[in-house]
């Protein structure tokens, strides 16, 4: 049980266009998703949370005007980047934690984004 | 500020013995997580300590000690396998995780 997808697995873009990531909880319902960006070599930082049904909040230093965050359902969250820039490419990682759990996060796959 | 310590990187043999540790200064805490995370790959839950103590499941063990802000993971048997990053995480009072840089270990034959 608690499995976290995410789709798609890498994709490549252009700058200046926009890429939308997918953040699914399979088999629970995810109250709060978290979104995560990880540059080679490092640790993951966290770019914001978000609750079902509200504004997610985000982290010192991240742009919510380019990283749009949908947190629209139990079972599903979008995490999408806007006028994508080279600086952007990195591996975007959500996870979500279910209503049960006050602490446990479960992980998706994790997406890399490429924008040439 | 909020701080998780952990080497940046350790070298071990199969079939050997490895202690990773991990210190924190954090705000709050309510428990201690440790990730493995292959390259390329997201991290998997290993172990999770709240209480101190050791905790055992398989190869790998956890220990935590909150007065000392502390806290290793143990991997016994090693494996080939068992080469990923391993990352020192604490949950701080809103149940936020609060990352360290990993662990890379690297096992040699």
């Known amino acids: 049980g608690a499995v976290v997808s995410q789709h798609p697995s890498w994709v490549i873009c252009k700058s200046g266009t926009s890429v939308k990531i997918e953040c699914r909880s399979l088999d629970f319902q995810a109250t709060t998703m978290f979104w995560y960006r990880q540059f080679p070599k490092q640790s993951l930082m966290l770019m914001a949370t978000?609750?079902?049904?509200?504004?997610?909040?985000?982290e010192q230093g991240v742009e919510k005007d380019k990283f749009l965050i949908n947190h629209a359902s139990l079972t599903l969250s979008t995490l999408t980047v806007t006028s994508a820039h080279p600086e952007d490419s990195s591996f975007y990682i959500c996870?979500?934690?279910?209503?049960?759990?006050?602490?446990?996060?479960?992980f998706g796959p994790g997406t890399r984004l490429t924008v040439t | 500020g909020q701080n998780i310590d952990q080497p940046t990187e350790m070298t071990a043999t199969e079939g050997a013995i490895v202690q990773i540790n991990c210190t924190y200064q954090t705000s709050g805490f309510n428990g201690l997580f440790w990730y493995q995370q292959h390259a390329g790959e997201a991290p998997t839950f290993l172990s999770y300590n709240v209480l101190d103590g050791l905790e055992e499941k398989g190869r790998f063990s956890s220990f935590l000690s909150r007065s000392k802000g502390y806290s290793y993971l143990l991997l016994k048997e090693l494996q080939m396998k068992d080469s990923a990053s391993y990352l020192c995480?604490?949950?701080?009072?809103?149940?936020?995780?609060?990352w360290g840089a990993g662990t890379k270990l690297i096992i040699k034959p």
């Open positions: 996870s979500a934690r279910s209503g049960t759990s006050d602490y446990e996060q479960y």
């Open positions: 995480a604490v949950a701080d009072s809103n149940y936020q995780l609060i």
């Open positions: 978000s609750n079902e049904g509200s504004k997610a909040t985000y």
